[in-house]
């Protein structure tokens, strides 16, 4: 057998179409080459060491990358899009799973993008957003998180729970790193102080709701039968072990 087979590669587009990541930054491109799963990466899906620390995911799409990029930079919407990406370079485009008691199969291949209005942004190369806070009228700036800052997040919640095991601020934590400003003001305290006493929960909901909305993502949603709204497409164990 050759030793020298080739394995074949994919161009992946990127919802954000790079415009968050600076020039100098290969995700500006938009796009992202990865290669077809082999047994080697099935047999990371299956490692229990990952599997329990929660890591097993970003382990595979960090084997399949084959773009020379720092895998933290990512930005979550990116990361779906290269998840969906490898479930159908890994098994195939058919994804099939339940939803309420009825069995739908969706064809992963014609999953679109969202749209993603860049006038949002900024400035372009810079991963921070103009929103005003609807009941406060406070002007923000935000940034879509990156698989960095969800690593920086896990480790702060770790930290507090040592602190105290009853105290569990996550939607908070994470406020603290989605606003990057507050009326013009950057300073990293003043941001915190904001979150903690004077984000009204009403202001925090619509932001959330905000962001969601708009940022770059896939749109891993479907009609079911009989439904006129669109349902969320469950992404269980079965996305990547089709025979569980």
Not at 66 to 82: E, M, Q, R, T
Request: glycine share 6%; aromatic share 8%; proline share 5%.
């Amino acid at each position: 057998m050759d030793q020298n087979v080739t394995i074949p590669t994919e161009t992946i587009d990127l919802p954000s179409k790079g415009l968050i990541y600076p020039s100098d930054n290969p995700l500006s491109s938009g796009k992202i080459e990865m290669k077809y799963m082999t047994a080697k990466e099935e047999d990371i899906l299956t490692n229990q060491n990952y599997i329990q620390k929660g890591i097993v995911l970003d382990k595979l799409l960090q084997a399949l990358i084959v773009s020379k990029i720092n895998y933290s930079d990512l930005i979550v919407g990116d990361k779906n899009a290269i998840m969906v990406a490898a479930r159908v370079l890994g098994y195939g485009k058919d994804y099939e799973f339940e939803y309420n008691g009825q069995n739908y199969t969706v064809d992963l291949s014609k999953i679109d993008n969202k749209p993603f209005d860049e006038s949002k942004l900024v400035s372009k190369g810079v991963n921070e957003f103009h929103y005003t806070l609807p009941s406060s009228n406070i002007n923000i700036t935000y940034k879509i998180l990156t698989h960095g800052d969800e690593q920086k997040i896990q480790i702060e919640l770790d930290g507090l729970k040592k602190i105290s095991k009853n105290n569990s601020p996550e939607l908070s934590t994470r406020l603290k790193y989605i606003i990057t400003s507050v009326n013009g003001d950057r300073d990293t305290k003043t941001i915190r102080q904001f979150v903690d006493t004077a984000l009204l929960a009403r202001d925090s909901r619509e932001l959330r709701k905000h962001i969601k909305n708009t940022q770059p993502d896939v749109d891993l949603t479907f009609f079911p039968d009989g439904n006129s709204d669109r349902i969320e497409i469950p992404v269980g164990l079965k996305f990547f072990w089709p025979d569980f």
